[in-house]
């Protein structure tokens, strides 16, 4: 029998992206798609796309009548949302995977500083930060996972092996990172309208973006120690994909070669992280729609500096593929099912 799975707040970027994967996935079938603006309406009319695909109807959130009909819940609504939809699935056993910032931090502090006042923060010791290239173990044992915002996703990646090596300096990490336009979410909004974005690219919530302190406090987790990292995010006139360019300083002088091996060994048995061969540089085209996370690696041996460049798809692996995968990883099922999709090339 498969598994019945629900996506609360279905007509989304994020939702329908989930949409798109789950419908290839041989162990799930869905069951639930709800929305509050389209209650009523067939999800194939609110998204042509999935014409002849799927047969149901967008549901309002209602828990009771919901939660029989659907074994795993996907919450792909916004943060303040999550945190008063996540806890009734809970409590009536449903494993869950958020997709809002709201179960991304085990320190309610953390999270309150950025956001709002958390006002369901004795979850949060139920909560695993859902970076499987970091958390699997944690993850298959988890009732929550609160999946990895899309900036920190490709951050991270390209940082974990230099700082679980102990091999950079962690004083002057700089993230520098390019996001399309699909990051800002489907509701209108004026600096996301076309006139307002193509032909240009601008920087933006320097020193004060909320993904900021997620990239900072898995590195600090890691480091045993605080890391402070100068995190610039910029908005760029494409659909998806995310390029962050990492700049750190190493310990020791290496050769590119070198670090490409300390990450080829790292990241030898990931399914999704693609470690370029040395000459080659990670560009977004070659991932998009897909779950991968490719990393690019050189190193000036003249004087330590190094740079990582990281690509993902910031609706695959940065939200929607990569919640997949941690229910592929929670359920027991190869991490990859659902998720073989060769990005679309050109």
């Known amino acids: 029998m498969k598994t019945r799975v629900g996506i609360i707040g279905a007509t989304g970027y994020?939702?329908?992206?989930?949409?798109?994967?789950?419908?290839?996935?041989?162990?799930?079938?869905?069951?639930?798609?709800?929305?509050?603006?389209?209650?009523?309406?067939?999800?194939?009319?609110?998204?042509?796309?999935?014409?002849?695909r799927i047969g149901l109807k967008c549901e309002e959130l209602a828990f009771d009548?919901?939660?029989?009909?659907?074994?795993?819940?996907?919450?792909?609504?916004?943060?303040?949302?999550?945190?008063?939809?996540?806890?009734?699935?809970?409590?009536?056993?449903?494993?869950?995977?958020?997709?809002?910032?709201?179960?991304?931090?085990?320190?309610?502090?953390?999270?309150?500083r950025w956001y709002q006042k958390h006002t369901c923060a004795e979850l949060l010791s139920e909560t695993v930060y859902g970076l499987p290239e970091l958390n699997r173990?944690?993850?298959?044992?988890?009732?929550?996972?609160?999946?990895?915002?899309?900036?920190?996703?490709?951050?991270?990646?390209?940082?974990?092996?230099?700082?679980?090596?102990?091999?950079?300096?962690?004083?002057?990490?700089?993230?520098?990172?390019?996001?399309g336009v699909s990051g800002a979410g489907r509701d209108v909004a004026l600096d996301s309208l076309f006139c307002e974005v193509n032909e240009g690219v601008k920087a933006y919530k320097i020193f004060e973006h909320r993904h900021l302190p997620e990239i900072e406090g898995e590195l600090s987790q890691l480091a045993g120690r605080e890391i402070s990292v100068t995190f610039v995010p910029h908005l760029i006139p494409m659909d998806?994909?995310?390029?962050?360019?990492?700049?750190?300083?190493?310990?020791?002088?290496?050769?590119?070669?070198?670090?490409?091996?300390?990450?080829?060994?790292?990241?030898?048995?990931?399914?999704?992280?693609?470690?370029?061969?040395?000459?080659?540089?990670?560009?977004?085209?070659?991932?998009?729609?897909?779950?991968?996370?490719?990393?690019?690696?050189?190193?000036?041996?003249?004087?330590?500096?190094?740079?990582?460049?990281?690509?993902?798809?910031n609706l695959v692996k940065g939200a929607s593929g990569q919640a997949v995968q941690n229910m592929n990883i929670m359920l027991g099922f190869p991490e990859n099912m659902g998720l073989n999709v060769v990005p679309l090339f050109p």
Not at 138 to 167: D, S, W
Not at 276 to 297: E, F, H, I, M, S
């Open 240 to 313: 998806r994909g995310i390029l962050s360019t990492i700049y750190a300083t190493l310990f020791r002088k290496k050769k590119t070669e070198e670090v490409l091996d300390i990450f080829q060994e790292f990241y030898r048995n990931e399914p999704f992280v693609r470690v370029c061969p040395k000459g080659k540089l990670p560009a977004t085209r070659d991932v998009k729609g897909a779950n991968y996370c490719d990393v690019g690696v050189r190193a000036n041996e003249s004087d330590g500096r190094m740079v990582v460049v990281t690509a993902i798809d």
């Open 65 to 112: 009548p919901l939660s029989g009909k659907m074994d795993f819940v996907f919450t792909a609504v916004p943060h303040k949302t999550a945190m008063e939809t996540v806890p009734p699935f809970f409590r009536q056993g449903k494993r869950v995977v958020d997709l809002s910032a709201d179960f991304r931090f085990t320190d309610p502090a953390r999270y309150e």
């Open 137 to 179: 173990e944690k993850i298959q044992r988890a009732k929550i996972v609160g999946n990895p915002g899309c900036y920190p996703t490709g951050a991270l990646i390209g940082l974990i092996p230099l700082v679980k090596e102990g091999i950079i300096s962690l004083d002057h990490i700089i993230v520098d990172s390019k996001s």
């Open 14 to 52: 994020t939702g329908v992206e989930l949409l798109r994967l789950l419908l290839g996935h041989p162990e799930v079938e869905v069951t639930v798609v709800t929305s509050q603006k389209y209650a009523g309406m067939p999800i194939d009319q609110v998204f042509p796309s999935l014409g002849g």
